[in-house]
């Protein structure tokens, strides 16, 4: 397993760059921890600004819940995250 310590703006470039859909992530941000699969990876447009969000299957849920993550709107509370691409090496980072 890969280990980087990034500043914000790096991590959100390597979310943005790196994960894509049917990677798996672990990410703790605020007091949220969410961990499963990423289902779609959207860069649209909102209110005319520039936008970054995932939608992530959460695991070991028993209502099948999904989550939508606005990473501009967190990017500032996110802690750490562990990236699982689906071919790959793990790569753990804390956002420092």
């Known amino acids: 397993m890969k280990t980087l310590e990034l500043t914000t703006p790096e991590a959100v470039e390597y979310l943005k760059e790196n ?5 798996r992530i672990e990410i ?3 007091r949220i921890f969410a961990e499963g699969e990423v289902l779609n990876v959207d ?3 909102y209110f ?6 995932l939608l992530i299957d959460l ?4 209502l099948g819940a999904t989550i939508e993550v606005d990473v501009y709107e967190v990017e500032e509370d996110i802690i750490e995250f562990v990236h699982y691409p689906k071919d790959g090496e793990e790569v753990d980072v804390t956002v420092i």
């Open 19 to 23: 994960v894509k859909i049917h990677d």
């Open 28 to 30: 703790a941000y605020n």
């Open 43 to 45: 860069f649209s447009k």
């Open 48 to 53: 005319g600004k520039p936008g970054f969000k």
């Open 59 to 62: 695991d070991e849920s028993d």
